[in-house]
């Protein structure tokens, strides 16, 4: 089934009016009183809905629809989003589509400063760790060992991730909550029940997958939807996965920094442990310190130093394959692991721990997608980061071959004396770079939970002005240094650092592993026995590694698996309370009948100006909305409340920003507003801007909705605001006009002379001529377009509501701890929504509510 065939299963769903085809002239179902199925959900963009009828001209309504319905012939639907996209040319297109191949070959050279940094480093302890576990007796547990890691090397970093992961990108973004994302985007697994069915026609919101919907992929897509358990168990998978990414960036840095710094107790005798922590340490405070320099100006300078990196690695295993033994490519055939087993038994399951460290940073390749384009980092891998690797790890076992004792510092003994201290200078640069690597893959995941409700609002900064992925969040920095520092003073072996490293990668791989299971089944829709050979394959072999590392786990790594838990609890309440506040404000929002009832000055008085009323609800009106009416001894003339909202898509164009809709009648002067933000836009406007751009959109919806008001053919021709259901006329593709009862909601600039022309008297009252309906129309649009100008000139103000909410006193036990104390800490810390914008303080007036859950 085709997109289009989804929309149109949903329409059928929620009632209305059913399209039957976006292209075609079709037959829909039109209701006889012309009501709707909670209009709340039946949002414009900047003033259009083509999939659903609007009651009063485009107003909220609480209104079930249980009248009945009849079948009538339409025109085709204009799909207003993607008329409006075709208008900015390349508003679709991710940051790194058509560049140049000099800029693809300058990005593949950032790539090794910023993403391959910690799949570099890892020779420096990989063979130190494993044989700390499984002591070499001969020369076959060396070809062994070196046959394990040469094959994990190939199945994870370049099969799995490379081949496999990296195509399951969000356009251009990776990490756990890109493909969060992408599965929400599919089915409606998202627990904060905020979405907007017109979210899903945003021109970057569309899937890009051609092929038609399996029956399996229904089927699934049917249980997700329909369980509340799979739901929750899909977030839970993400927030551990996510939780995993950070401890892995507080872990990484410690790891690369202390194993680089060691290779000085090699070059000097008379170091000491306890000096190795100290530099370890001082060299930690600089890497945080120049992380908000950012990514791409950092990349450009420490990519050279990379590249000589892996060039030396290279280099050095091509000279110790030639003095040494260059028997060790023996190591390629697998039956060399099975003699590993058989000889050291226990001891070799053990070492699994270690091995797995040739494979750190492939979850980077994957989280730093937003940073590079997917071809310059696989590229980049395949052609240089991987073969000098490969050759790093056999120049060290051919070394080892004659040199069993020099296992507990093996790339640096490995290293030629005369070229020993350059090696060391440039693998101390190297660790610095690799301990950067996870830490913008972490900034990168943190932000994608933070747009998708799942982390506490903190402050980015966007540190290049092209690309809007690189960015750099100042308090996770300083706190995932502080967590560094902790665990190199703590845990001073590389050993005990090194199995905590595997728990943290092992974490983050397994559940993306079930992840791009699920994108394989439900989205890819590829064949069964493909997706049941992935898992079997690349889980299987992950949980026996994580079997390993769980062993050792009492040995201080435990640490890491405790931060992770925290993280996780940390996410999982702030996501849970987050969706009891939407919910609860969405139980209490205010009836239309009652703002009926107040009439146009809403029983106080309107003073010029422009309200924008910030609030979470994206339908309805907020309850806030009545306790400033209560509180406020004046309300302006004109209100508009406004919703900013995060939707699972990378980026929304400009001009598909806002959503508009009138609420109440005319005279009102009461508007909603949601401005949709993709979790990888920069919200860098100041508050000038974002008034500008509003407003900007205001008057484009009214002027669209004054075009539909001229189709109209109301019997009278007039403009009654008491009516509440218009009678309007449809070009259908033949040319033929129709008369409806529904609002026409599609942009006609194109035909409405055509319209004009073939509208007959019985659309129209006798006498009234048409000339006069248009005049009429043109200056009601100019007096509500000059009402807006001068309530813009009187001042625009940010009226803020601030709703907190309470466990009731009936609740239970722990939903009052998590509620009243856990998730109010979290939020009271927490950035606010407005925080984004610099508004001034005389332009604020905040209230407060607090709400029972």
């Not at 845990?491 to 199995?499: K, R």
């Amino acid at each position: 089934m085709t997109d289009e065939g989804l929309e149109r299963e949903r329409d059928r769903e929620n009632g209305g009016l059913t399209s039957m085809d976006s292209i075609e002239s079709r037959w829909v179902f039109q209701d006889e009183d012309d009501s709707e199925i909670d209009s709340g959900d039946r949002d414009t963009v900047d003033g259009d809905d083509d999939s659903t009828p609007r009651n009063d001209m485009g107003f909220d309504s609480d209104d079930e629809d249980n009248s009945e319905q009849k079948l009538i012939r339409t025109g085709p639907r204009i799909d207003s989003f993607d008329v409006e996209a075709l208008e900015i040319p390349g508003a679709q297109k991710n940051d790194f589509e058509d560049v140049s191949v000099s800029r693809t070959i300058l990005l593949a050279f950032q790539t090794l400063g910023v993403v391959f940094g910690d799949v570099g480093t890892s020779p420096l302890y990989t063979f130190s760790v494993m044989f700390s576990k499984a002591p070499v007796n001969g020369n076959e547990d060396v070809l062994g060992a070196l046959s394990l890691v040469l094959y994990t090397l190939i199945l994870i970093p370049l099969v799995k991730y490379v081949l496999i992961v990296l195509w399951a990108n969000d356009d251009g973004e990776g990490g756990t909550f890109a493909l969060y994302s992408l599965l929400c985007r599919h089915a409606k697994v998202n627990l904060l029940p905020n979405q907007l069915r017109s979210d899903a026609r945003i021109s970057s919101f569309r899937l890009k997958v051609p092929s038609p919907e399996l029956e399996r992929s229904l089927k699934i897509k049917e249980k997700l939807e329909a369980s509340l358990t799979l739901k929750k168990l899909l977030l839970m998978l993400v927030l551990a996965g996510t939780s995993m990414v950070i401890a892995d960036g507080v872990v990484t840095p410690a790891m690369s920094v202390i194993s680089a710094v060691g290779g000085l107790k090699v070059g000097v005798s008379g170091v000491k442990q306890d000096q190795v922590v100290m530099i370890s340490v001082a060299y930690l405070v600089i890497l945080f310190s120049v992380q908000k320099y950012g990514t791409s100006k950092l990349g450009l300078v420490v990519g050279p130093a990379l590249l000589i990196w892996f060039c030396s690695l290279g280099g050095i295993g091509v000279y110790n394959l030639i003095k040494y033994d260059s028997h060790v490519w023996r190591a390629f055939n697998p039956v060399h692991i099975y003699y590993y087993f058989k000889r050291n038994s226990t001891k070799a399951w053990y070492s699994l721990g270690g091995c797995l460290l040739c494979a750190t940073g492939s979850e980077a390749m994957f989280a730093d997608l937003c940073y590079f384009p997917v071809r310059s980092v696989q590229l980049t891998f395949m052609f240089l980061v991987l073969p000098c690797l490969l050759l790093g790890y056999l120049g060290q076992a051919a070394y080892l071959m004659e040199n069993h004792a020099d296992t507990t510092q093996a790339f640096f003994s490995s290293v030629p004396s005369g070229a020993f201290w350059p090696v060391f200078l440039i693998a101390n640069i190297a660790a610095l770079i690799a301990s950067r690597a996870m830490t913008t893959a972490t900034f990168s995941c943190i932000k994608q939970a933070i747009a998708l409700g799942c982390f506490p609002r903190l402050k980015i900064v966007h540190t290049s002005r092209k690309f809007m992925g690189q960015i750099y969040i100042p308090v996770m920095n300083w706190f995932l240094l502080a967590l560094s520092l902790v665990l190199v003073c703590s845990i001073s072996s590389i050993y005990e650092i090194g199995n905590a490293y595997a728990i943290a990668e092992l974490g983050v791989m397994m559940m993306t592993t079930i992840l791009v299971m699920i994108v394989m089944l439900l989205i890819w829709q590829i064949n069964i026995l493909i997706v049941l050979s992935f898992i079997i394959i690349f889980l299987g072999l992950e949980l026996t590694f994580f079997s390993s590392v769980l062993w050792s786990v009492g040995d201080g790594s435990w640490i890491i698996l405790v931060f992770a838990v925290v993280l996780f609890l940390i996410m999982y309440i702030w996501n849970y309370g987050s969706k009891l506040k939407y919910e609860t404000e969405v139980k209490q929002k205010m009836s239309m009948d009652l703002l009926r009832e107040l009439g146009p000055n809403l029983g106080t008085i309107r003073a010029p100006g422009i309200g924008l009323l910030y609030n979470e609800l994206a339908k309805g009106v907020p309850a806030i909305f009545g306790h400033f009416l209560t509180t406020l001894p004046a309300v302006h003339s004109m209100i508009i409340f406004v919703c900013i909202k995060y939707v699972p898509v990378p980026v929304v164009p400009q001009n598909e920003r806002f959503l508009f809709r009138r609420v109440c009648l005319r005279s009102y002067h009461i508007f909603r507003c949601v401005a949709r933000y993709g979790y990888k836009d920069a919200r860098k406007e100041n508050h000038h801007t974002f008034e500008q751009l509003l407003i900007e959109s205001l008057e484009k919806f009214i002027r669209r909705e004054a075009q539909e008001r001229s189709l109209e053919s109301d019997g009278d021709g007039s403009d009654s605001e008491e009516e509440y259901t218009f009678s309007r006329i449809l070009v259908a593709p033949n040319g033929s006009v129709y008369s409806l009862g529904v609002p026409l909601l599609a942009d006609f600039r194109d035909i409405g002379k055509a319209v004009t022309e073939e509208s007959t008297s019985e659309e129209l009252k006798p006498g009234t001529s048409s000339e006069s309906l248009v005049s009429d129309a043109e200056q009601s649009l100019e007096k509500e377009l000059s009402f807006i100008r001068k309530a813009k000139e009187s001042g625009v103000v940010y009226l803020l509501g601030h709703g907190d909410i309470r466990a009731r006193k009936d609740s239970w036990f722990i939903k009052k701890l998590i509620i009243n104390y856990f998730y109010a800490f979290l939020r009271k810390n927490s950035r606010r929504g407005i925080a984004n914008l610099s508004v001034p303080h005389s332009h604020l007036v905040q209230v407060g509510m607090q709400y029972m859950v």
